[in-house]
């Protein structure tokens, strides 16, 4: 009786801590669909997947204007808004580079070699969590860090309006963009923000395909685009027209940076780095969160082995491939039709302070 | 054999129990919840369902409603008891897209 009774009890009790804990119930597939070929869809299923949009979103508490992109425009090309008013956003985030530098890692503030890559701004308007480790939750939030990092632009933040108001004619911009609002942190995040979103990659000979046009890419760079969303793999991250869906993933990279679990700790995120776009990818080498992988065949090869290093944190979607040599070729071919038309652009003409009097140089606000 | 079947009958009734205190599933597909908004009542229990094809990772930082699932594969489920009245977002680690506004009252 006294074993039954208190079998009862570890049973009710077991129950009661299986439930409040939320342990995972039922059975399923433990690998992901896309190694079941019966999932996968035909060539033209996935075309559609792919379509550009037709419009940029802007967000409710900074809609798009025309003058506030002028103004974000000059902000972003003026490198009096760092320390040492040498180096601008675009310094390292260089129109003529796809919007990158080309470098394994950024150089800031004197010279200073930095932790992670230059992300490219193209298609940020569609991003939602900003930086590698996604600490960033809008434009608007990205804008200042940079700005104020002393190893990036080390610009005390608050002695940059100051600087600006020096200067008459950014005054009347700002009271045009957003009067009477006048220069503030937030009015020049806003602005940063809303020129930001009007970069759009270019149309690409890959957009071409998707609308139909059945020349614009070769068959090697047709079957690689299907081997990216069946074999491949890369489409469960890589997803959609801007061949991102945002998400933070361990992809078995070898070195020591933690990523995003110093900014969300949870065991997940331990090395985990957000998906960047694949636009213009051919010409944003090198590549990875650290630029240690110098070519896509490269990339190709670390995903088709499974990632460098095997931990708990890795996604289940990294794992070996089995891809051929002909099968990465094809993926990279199709990687190469991703690059757009973008035009040059034409930069501003800068707001300079008047010097026609004896006035002191205009070195308001840099640090020493 | 007697002790076993009173066992599970054990388990069988604490489980009806909490779900008689009522219970919504919340499904995951094409890196979305099936819904953006709930309410529920304290004590309810939500069940969050994998259906997408790679694996989420739900979690809430919003006071009073704090939790963090272990990752699911494909299919899984696992459930959750709000114990306590709160409100805030719902969140998937990996695709931070996927938001759910949940008021437990």
């Excluded at chain 1, 630029?291 to 990294?318: C, F, Q």
Aim: proline share 5%; net charge neutral.
């Amino acid at each position: 009786m006294m074993s039954i009774r208190s079998s009862w009890c570890r049973g009710l009790a077991v129950a009661t801590i299986v439930i409040v804990s939320g342990v995972g119930v039922t059975s399923a597939t433990s690998n992901t669909a896309v190694q079941n070929k019966t999932t996968w869809k035909t060539m033209d299923e996935y075309r559609k997947d792919y379509v550009r949009p037709t419009s940029i979103p802007f967000p409710t508490e900074n809609p798009y204007s025309a003058e506030k992109v002028r103004l974000g425009e000059m902000l972003f090309f003026d490198p009096r808004l760092s320390g040492s008013n040498y180096i601008s956003c675009a310094s390292c985030h260089n129109p003529s580079m796809s919007w990158g530098d080309g470098l394994p890692r950024g150089i800031g503030h004197g010279m200073t070699i930095l932790g992670r890559r230059t992300p490219t701004i193209l298609n940020s308007a569609w991003t939602e969590l900003l930086m590698w480790d996604g600490r960033k939750v809008s434009l608007e939030d990205q804008a200042m860090g940079p700005i104020a990092a002393d190893v990036e632009m080390n610009q005390p933040v608050e002695k940059l309006v100051e600087k600006l108001s020096s200067i008459e004619t950014y005054k009347v911009l700002f009271n045009i963009a957003f009067p009477g609002e006048g220069i503030s942190l937030d009015t020049i995040a806003k602005a940063i923000a809303t020129f930001e979103r009007t970069i759009v990659s270019g149309i690409a000979p890959f957009d071409r395909w998707i609308a139909g046009d059945e020349h614009a890419i070769s068959e090697s760079a047709k079957r690689g685009f299907y081997l990216f969303n069946t074999k491949a793999n890369c489409a469960t991250c890589h997803s959609g027209w801007n061949l991102t869906d945002g998400s933070f993933q361990d992809i078995g990279m070898p070195d020591a940076d933690v990523g995003r679990i110093k900014i969300l700790d949870m065991p997940r995120m331990n090395h985990a780095f957000k998906t960047p776009t694949l636009r213009d990818v051919s010409r944003r080498g090198p590549y990875m969160h650290d630029g240690s992988v110098p070519s896509l065949t490269a990339v190709m090869e670390h995903y088709n082995r499974g990632g460098a290093v095997k931990r708990e944190s890795l996604s289940e979607d990294v794992r070996p491939l089995n891809l051929t040599t002909a099968e990465i070729t094809d993926v990279v071919e199709f990687m190469k039709t991703l690059t757009g038309d973008d035009q040059p652009i034409r930069l501003p003409i800068l707001p300079m302070a008047d010097q026609s009097s004896s006035a002191k140089p205009a070195t308001v606000g840099q640090r020493k | 054999m007697r002790n076993y079947i009173i066992l599970a009958a054990a388990i069988a009734t604490v489980t009806n129990v909490a779900f008689a205190a009522g219970s919504t599933t919340v499904n995951q597909a094409d890196k979305k919840f099936s819904t953006t908004e709930l309410t529920i009542n304290k004590g309810d229990v939500i069940v969050f369902k994998n259906d997408d094809p790679f694996t989420h990772n739900v979690f809430s930082q919003s006071p009073g409603i704090a939790f963090e699932l272990k990752v699911q594969k494909p299919g899984e489920s696992s459930e959750i008891v709000f114990a306590r009245e709160g409100t805030g977002e719902v969140k998937c680690a990996i695709h931070p897209q996927m938001k759910l506004k949940l008021t437990v009252k």
